[in-house]
């Protein structure tokens, strides 16, 4: 089921993955979306969009810094000045999990990167597919957009409502796979 595997370090989007990035960009696709599509890791798309001009020209040092050195002493203060552990601060997915068990929620596991149970997936390869149709190559970015708003009107209703009715099928084979990969 999780067919998606993060790139390798010091691995760097080639130029059609690149184009792909700057579409999904104008069609203001979350990050998480754009890398699964793309197959490559957040980290490696959020330096690319970062500044697309110099991607690429320069070797990195490692991974930015989120948090100015002073703001991480501010954190780890305040971190020490509560009763939530470091490790419930640091993964709100804990904190999460116990409020939803404290209200007697049950929750299924279930990997954060599912594309097999998510039909808008089946959206955007065939959306995907019909705009890049025999190879079809775009001079600017308004052409492409323009390409994709014709290519989405022509997907007919019938199609998404048969991805919503096939959930019920998706849920099913994941489980009988026990989270492995489906035909989806």
Request: glycine share 4%; aromatic share 8%; proline share 4%.
């Amino acid at each position: 089921m999780l067919r998606y595997l993060t790139m390798g370090r010091g691995k760097t989007l080639t130029m059609p993955e690149r184009a792909q990035v700057d579409l999904m960009v104008q069609l203001n696709m979350s990050i998480s979306l754009m890398s699964a599509r793309i197959h490559c890791s957040r980290t490696l798309n959020d330096c690319y969009m970062s500044d697309p001009v110099a991607y690429g020209t320069s070797k990195s040092t490692g991974r930015a810094r989120k948090l100015k050195q002073q703001d991480e002493r501010n954190v780890a203060r305040a971190v020490s000045n509560t009763m939530k552990s470091a490790k419930d601060v640091a993964n709100p997915y804990n904190s999460t999990r116990a409020i939803l068990a404290s209200k007697k929620i049950k929750v299924l596991d279930w990997p954060a990167c599912s594309p097999d149970l998510n039909p808008i997936e089946s959206v955007w390869g065939f959306l995907t597919r019909s705009v890049y149709k025999n190879g079809k190559q775009y001079n600017s970015i308004s052409e492409l957009k323009d390409a994709v708003k014709t290519e989405w009107s022509k997907i007919h209703p019938s199609y998404l409502e048969n991805l919503s009715n096939s959930m019920p099928n998706r849920i099913f084979q994941v489980i009988q796979k026990n989270g492995g990969f489906t035909r989806y």
